[in-house]
């Protein structure tokens, strides 16, 4: 077997998930048969690294989904104040509390707006400072959803990649013990 399956010096994507091995030739992974059960041992175990990344990478990417339309219907609304005159009348509106639960309010001009930063933290932001908060919220996220997009693609292929290994090893070990037999049954005749 080569010093290791998967070299320290392995390429990686550009957030530094190792590429996984490509098997072109058994021989160079496995010399003997004993080797087999080391080698497939390590591909099990990095393919259960990358299904790991790729569960976290899922729930990271499930998390923006739901974020970013919320980043975008506050922005809208702070767009939409923006354009309000200081002389408008209040607008009544609906708005959510909860899942569930929805109030009336009629909402005068205002040059300001209160954002909801997480952690209990409500800070007031003045409508320009607000969008520019908001605008680069929305596309770190979209940014993030990108790169988790990208990494998931990228994850799936090196599964797939190490389970085509799995699969060249297993065959050579069965085609190895097949040639062992022949070589037996010759011996014997």
Same mark, same amino acid.
Request: aromatic share 8%; proline share 5%.
């Given at each position: 077997?080569?010093?290791?399956?998967?070299? &320290?010096?392995?390429?990686?994507?550009?957030?530094?998930?190792?590429?996984?091995?490509?098997?072109?030739?058994?021989?160079?992974?496995?010399?003997?048969?004993?080797d #087999? @059960?080391?080698?497939?041992?390590?591909?099990?175990?990095?393919?259960?690294?990358?299904?790991?990344?790729? #569960?976290?990478?899922?729930?990271?990417?499930? !998390? =923006?989904?739901?974020?970013?339309?919320?980043?975008?219907?506050? =922005? *809208? +609304?702070? *767009?939409? %104040? &923006?354009?309000?005159?200081?002389?408008?009348?209040?607008?009544e509106?609906?708005?959510?509390?909860? *899942?569930? =639960?929805?109030?009336?309010? $009629? #909402?005068?001009?205002?040059?300001?707006?209160?954002?909801w930063? !997480?952690?209990?933290?409500?800070?007031?932001?003045?409508?320009?400072?607000?969008?520019? =908060?908001? $605008?680069?919220k929305?596309?770190a996220?979209? *940014?993030?959803? +990108?790169?988790c997009?990208? @990494? %998931? @693609?990228? %994850?799936?292929?090196?599964?797939? +990649? %190490?389970?085509?290994?799995?699969?060249?090893?297993?065959?050579?070990?069965?085609?190895? &013990?097949?040639?062992?037999?022949?070589?037996?049954?010759? !011996?014997? &005749?």
């Amino acid at each position: 077997m080569s010093s290791s399956v998967q070299s &320290k010096d392995a390429p990686t994507n550009p957030r530094g998930i190792p590429q996984a091995p490509f098997v072109d030739k058994v021989e160079d992974y496995v010399t003997t048969r004993e080797d #087999v @059960d080391k080698v497939m041992r390590s591909f099990q175990e990095m393919i259960s690294k990358y299904q790991f990344m790729e #569960v976290n990478t899922q729930r990271r990417s499930a !998390g =923006l989904q739901e974020k970013i339309p919320d980043i975008q219907k506050t =922005l *809208d +609304t702070v *767009d939409f %104040l &923006k354009t309000r005159k200081p002389d408008s009348e209040p607008i009544e509106t609906i708005f959510e509390l909860n *899942d569930t =639960l929805y109030a009336k309010a $009629a #909402v005068p001009y205002t040059d300001e707006v209160y954002l909801w930063l !997480g952690a209990n933290v409500m800070l007031s932001y003045p409508l320009d400072e607000a969008h520019t =908060l908001l $605008a680069g919220k929305l596309k770190a996220a979209k *940014d993030s959803l +990108t790169t988790c997009e990208e @990494d %998931l @693609d990228f %994850l799936k292929e090196q599964v797939t +990649t %190490l389970e085509v290994a799995t699969a060249r090893v297993y065959n050579w070990d069965v085609s190895q &013990k097949r040639k062992e037999r022949e070589a037996e049954a010759a !011996g014997k &005749k």
